[in-house]
C-alpha cells in the first residue's frame, strides 16, 4: 500500500485547509486510517483516525472540535478538515494506515504517507 497526502500549505491563523491522503493498493476500507503530526524537536503527535467502516473516529485533545477527519472509500481518500488553525498547529502532517490496536498510537500503523507541510502564521 502506497499513501500519498497533500493539501498542506501556508495559511493564517484562524484559518482553515484540507488535507488528502489517496491510498493505492489493497481494498482502502479494510483498514484503519489516521493523521498525526510532528512539530521541529517535539515528538510524533495523534491528530485524528477513522475506523475502517469510518464508524468510529477519535481525535487529539488538542485539535477537538476543530479538525474533522473523514474518509471516502470509494475514492480510497481519507480526508482532515482543520478549520480555526493556530500557530501551534504547524508541523508535517502523516497520513497512516493499518490495522493498530490503538487508532492512538503510530507504531500500531502499517503503512505511512510521505507528509505534508502546514504552517500556520500569527
Known amino acids: 500500500v502506497q499513501l500519498q497526502a497533500s493539501g498542506g500549505g501556508l495559511v493564517q491563523a484562524g484559518g482553515s485547509l484540507r488535507l488528502s491522503c489517496t491510498a493505492s493498493?489493497?481494498?482502502?476500507?479494510?483498514?484503519?486510517m489516521g493523521w498525526f503530526r510532528q512539530a521541529p524537536g517535539k515528538e510524533r503527535e495523534f491528530v485524528a483516525a477513522?475506523?475502517?467502516?469510518?464508524?468510529?473516529?477519535v481525535y487529539g485533545d488538542s485539535v477537538k472540535g476543530r479538525f474533522t477527519i473523514s474518509r471516502d472509500n470509494a475514492k480510497n481518500t481519507v480526508y482532515l478538515q482543520m478549520n480555526s488553525l493556530k500557530p501551534e498547529d504547524t508541523a508535517v502532517y502523516y497520513c497512516?494506515?493499518?490495522?493498530?490496536?490503538?487508532?492512538?498510537?503510530?507504531?500500531?500503523?502499517?503503512?505511512w504517507g510521505q507528509g505534508t507541510q502546514v504552517t500556520v502564521s500569527s
Open positions: 497512516a494506515g493499518g490495522y493498530p490496536m490503538v487508532l492512538t498510537i503510530p507504531r500500531g500503523y502499517n503503512f
Open positions: 493498493g489493497r481494498t482502502f476500507g479494510g483498514y484503519a
Open positions: 477513522s475506523s475502517g467502516s469510518g464508524g468510529r473516529v
